[in-house]
């Protein structure tokens, strides 16, 4: 099977390697302890089966007795026991986050003991909620303890050994990865008894490509026969039948993320950022974000004045959700729905209504105006209870503060904000990546609302680096970025508090309400508490909008349906996926169809003919000219010279 | 003429040094950090403050600038071009050879035919001037020099594509099909018909521009006196021109063919890229996109040294062809 990629991936090493691309070689190569499943459920993959103790402290996995290595050393609980051991050890950052740091966390796994060759039991300081979803490749005893903890990232991990269901073979760089199908996998002989005579995929080709269009071309050429690197476009475009049969070859695939992308505000308050000024961490010059931006009614205002769907419909063709709390529906279990009365639904007038009267205490029109407009222009800025409005008084179409010590912020105005004017001028800038082409799209759809109720905003497009630099300094009002998560929602939830400002953290965000709740949910193995409490968390954030999320995207893969049956329905399948949620469970149940799809490309007689007939040609005309060279003719040589005077003879 | 060898050797050689030096500081005078830049993965999430900090050290962005700079200088010459920060364990002089090999292909072929057929072609019009064969080829050069290149290519693809095309005939991408032939032969064919469209491509763009200067120049040649007194002298027309008029002609093109080697280094970015074709072209591309500045220092290196080095060869190559320059 031909699969194909606009990313090459960077690394053997999975402690190495940070492109997403090398993840699909490794969810095929490594497995989990427990895996990830078709609907996002714990499923058995190197172990069989597992139980908790009464006081959440003990788990006990069972693992599978048949499993082997790549390199045909049997796997045993050792493997388990050093896999966890030598993360922590070594303070491995890409899996020390599902284990837990023992001298840094306040959760974390305490002991691995190997009860038999085939059960591991884990211990806990104190109940942890996720040990069923540790996103965790389980390693070789024999090949990592060798390595010492310093070169376990820079190490080649030349080729990688797992024992997952293919086998690297061999890496040809800028060009493809070859795998092949490991048959002593342990999984294969239970779906072999639910479908007697399956065949399986045998070899993955994995091709790189720079960008889609040779992508595209070839995919609708039928040299690739699975892609999730379409542009949006292309995915859309692209026919179902390709190729001269009349049959349907294309199926197109849309399955949940667990991401989403937020217009974020940096509501850094001016407490924090003069401790960090203090401390060093940020430099005086910093921390030039816009004091509105601290202020809750300028925030929920702008989510009033978004259309999330619109954007959804219209900048990402529709191939997304809309969005709206932290969680994505991918798990629907940890999702938060919004409810009605407490969304904010696009109304353009309850935006308007909002900046001309945050306190809701009424409002006196001026002399002779009837009503206020969008802008709040025919706000009297004299009464008394206007003093806490944002109104246009200068005409200019953008609102002002009419008296800043009235308005509710964590912030106050500097006179340097950001790059822009006025601090009492409601006028933002925000910050996009360049990459991000869609996100662009969708700024030009919403800046115009926003202009329409009185706030100027003024696009920046920056490269990634820089958006990460900014960032890290606080100079930024408005920006728009997003986020990747797990199947467990720790890591997204963790992204607001207060301990990941200048680490994962992009708003700047700091609630100690949210912070306490965080930590109790880490330690609630009942899932239906955890479930309250994460809940909870989301309604906070939503409430407290650092974050407008107006999109959860969903995942396009296309695929050749006429060579290879049991794609699955995506879109009730999240976790399917081309390498899922690092695991091989689509390569389990696809069948190829026809013998020889995907095979080395045959001898092509037509380009063997063209060649022939261009050297022939070539030769052809070398002997025409040949034979006309015997031929003498005349040809002109150029213009005639200049006339020359004609020559005197000498006088006598 | 040992004299001027000894000049403009000296001069290519501050040249290249001059180069390296601007080199280094170009590069790491561009916005954006590669430490950050290293951990772009899934939906744009960002890595902790410590990790950076690790990354800064290990890529050696933490040392003063100068020590930086002395240890680039010592280690280009040395060889050492280090490790790409991108593809962590491997040399960039490996990429760049892997790479530079397929460039050499596509762009060398390309450049020969080029050459070959624009002299033909230059010679055979200005021969003719005038004429029909004259205006149609010049005609024909001009509509293809003046499409761009990526859109030639597509539509050759639409044209030729062994599938999708109208007339069924080549691959549309790669260097070789995937996994590659392993007996010699077919290797051979098959790297000849994924070369076809590519070169095809690049041939027809830059067609034109040789044509031009080989017919201007050999029009030039042949208003000159001593082309009437080789003609009045009996010889005919075609030992006028071989041994005449056309080898005045070719000294400007010395020139012209010293930059096109100069530039086959680089490669054809668009070709590569709407053909997937992995060479230098590409490279450079995704190095620039990933911040990777030792590959791209080898590859502006490399391109230096190229031009550096042309030039100078075509300074001794026009020395020995043309008398009057050893002299002077």
């Not at chain 1, 211990?123 to 390595?147: D, Q, R």
């Not at chain 1, 003719?633 to 005077?645: H, I, K, R, S, V």
């Not at chain 2, 490790?83 to 530079?100: E, G, H, N, P, W």
């Amino acid at each position: 099977m031909r699969i194909g990629d606009t990313q090459e991936i960077d690394s053997l090493n999975p402690f190495a390697a940070v492109e997403s691309s090398s993840y699909f070689l490794f969810a095929h190569v490594y497995d989990l302890l427990v895996g990830i499943g078709p609907t996002l459920e714990p499923v058995p993959q190197l172990a069989r089966s597992w139980s908790v103790s009464a006081d959440g402290l003990s788990w006990t996995f069972n693992l599978y007795d048949n499993v082997k290595w790549h390199d045909n050393t049997s796997f045993t609980a050792d493997d388990v026991k050093f896999t966890i051991e030598y993360i922590q050890q070594c303070q491995l950052a890409l899996f020390l986050g599902y284990v837990g740091d023992p001298t840094a966390d306040p959760v974390y796994i305490e002991t691995v003991t190997v009860a038999s060759p085939t059960q591991v039991v884990m211990t806990t300081n104190v109940p942890k909620a996720n040990m069923l979803s540790l996103f965790v490749f389980i390693l070789p005893e024999h090949i990592w303890s060798g390595i010492a903890c310093e070169d376990a990232e820079t190490v080649a991990n030349d080729p990688p050994i797992g024992t997952g269901m293919y086998r690297f073979v061999r890496w040809e760089q800028g060009s493809f990865i070859e795998m092949e199908i490991n048959t002593n996998y342990h999984l294969i002989p239970e779906v072999l008894a639910r479908k007697p005579g399956m065949d399986f995929v045998d070899k993955i080709f994995f091709q790189f490509y720079t960008d889609a269009l040779p992508l595209y071309n070839d995919f609708r050429a039928g040299d690739i026969d699975a892609t999730a690197d379409l542009t949006s476009r292309q995915f859309l475009e692209l026919a179902l039948n390709i190729d001269d049969l009349p049959d349907v070859d294309v199926v197109k695939l849309t399955g949940d993320d667990i991401s989403f992308l937020e217009i974020g505000f940096c509501v850094a308050s001016d407490a924090i950022i003069g401790d960090l000024e203090a401390s060093g961490d940020l430099l005086p010059e910093q921390g030039k974000r816009h004091w509105l931006m601290t202020n809750l009614t300028t925030r929920q205002a702008i989510a009033l004045a978004i259309d999330r769907q619109s954007l959804v419909d219209n900048a990402f063709q529709g191939l997304g959700r809309k969005g709206e709390s932290l969680i994505p529906p991918a798990t629907p279990y940890w999702h938060y729905d919004v409810p009605d009365s407490e969304e904010y639904k696009f109304n353009l007038t309850a935006a308007a209504a909002l900046l001309n009267d945050p306190r809701k205490d009424g409002f006196t029109l001026r002399t002779g105006a009837t009503v206020p407009g969008l802008k709040g222009e025919g706000l009297d800025p004299a009464a008394a209870n206007n003093q806490d409005a944002f109104a246009d008084i200068d005409g200019d179409g953008i609102r002002e503060v009419i008296n800043t010590s009235r308005v509710d912020a964590e912030g106050a105005p500097k006179g340097n904000e950001g790059i822009l004017t006025s601090p009492d001028e409601m006028k933002f800038g925000i910050w996009i990546i360049d990459a991000a082409t869609e996100s662009q799209t969708a700024a030009d759809i919403f800046l115009p609302w926003l202009a329409s109720i009185g706030i100027s905003v003024q696009k920046f497009i920056v490269s990634e680096g820089q958006l990460i630099d900014i960032s890290y300094g606080a100079d930024y009002d408005l920006y728009m970025w997003g986020f990747g998560g797990d199947v467990d929602p720790d890591f997204l939830l963790s992204v607001l508090t207060t301990d990941q400002i200048l680490g994962w953290q992009d708003a700047w965000y700091s609630n100690p309400e949210y912070d306490a709740l965080y930590a109790e949910q880490q330690g609630l193995v009942d899932p239906a508490e955890r479930q309250a409490v994460v809940h909870e968390m989301q309604r906070i954030a939503y409430r407290d909008t650092p974050y407008i999320i107006y999109i959860y995207q969903f995942v396009t893969t296309v695929g050749r349906i006429d060579r290879f049956t049991g794609w699955g329905n995506w879109s009730e399948s999240p976790g399917l996926g081309l390498s899922g949620f690092g695991n091989s469970f689509l390569m389990l149940q696809l069948e190829p169809v026809a013998a020889g799809a995907g095979g080395p490309l045959a001898l092509n007689l037509y380009a063997l003919g063209g060649i022939v007939a261009a050297v022939a040609a070539g030769i052809v005309t070398a002997v025409v000219v040949i034979l006309r060279r015997r031929r003498r003719e005349q040809m002109p040589l150029g213009p005639p010279p200049p006339p020359q005077p004609p020559l005197q003879p000498p006088q006598p | 003429m040992r004299r001027v060898i000894v000049k403009k050797s000296t001069n290519a050689a501050a040249a290249i040094l001059l180069i390296l030096i601007a080199n280094f500081v170009l590069f790491r005078v561009l916005p954006g950090d590669p430490a950050t830049q290293f951990f772009r993965s899934a939906q744009g999430a960002r890595p902790s403050e410590e990790l950076i900090e690790r990354q800064r050290q290990i890529l050696g962005i933490g040392d003063p600038i100068h020590v930086q700079l002395g240890k680039y200088l010592v280690n280009t010459f040395t060889g050492e071009w280090g490790y790409s920060f991108f593809r962590k364990s491997q040399l960039v002089t490996d990429i760049i050879a892997q790479k530079a090999a397929w460039t050499l292909l596509l762009v060398g072929t390309s450049t020969l035919i080029t050459l070959w057929l624009g002299i033909v072609i230059g010679a055979m019009s200005a021969w003719r001037r005038g004429k029909a064969f004259d205006l149609g080829s010049l005609g024909v050069g001009f509509f293809f020099y003046s499409m761009p290149t990526f859109w030639l290519g597509l539509l050759l693809v639409v044209l030729f594509h062994r599938t999708l095309g109208v007339i069924r005939l080549f691959p549309g991408s790669g260097a070789t099909s995937i996994p590659p032939p392993t007996e010699p032969l077919a290797l051979t064919v098959d790297v000849l018909s994924h070369l076809a469209l590519p070169v095809i491509t690049l041939v027809l763009v830059q067609l034109a521009g040789i044509t031009l200067i080989m017919r201007s120049s050999l029009i030039e040649v042949l208003t000159e006196d001593y082309v009437v007194t080789a003609k009045a002298k009996g010889l005919s027309d075609r030992q006028v021109l071989k041994r005449h008029a056309i080898p005045n002609a070719r000294l400007p093109m010395v020139t012209v063919i010293a930059l096109n080697l100069a530039f086959i280094v680089t490669g054809a970015i668009q070709v590569e890229t709407v053909f997937n074709y992995d060479g230098v072209g590409l490279l450079t591309v995704e190095a620039f996109q990933d911040s990777d500045y030792p590959v791209l220092q080898g590859l502006f290196l490399i391109l230096t040294f190229a031009v550096v080095i042309a030039n100078l060869v075509s300074d001794f190559v026009y020395a020995y062809l043309d008398p009057r320059v050893r002299f002077e």
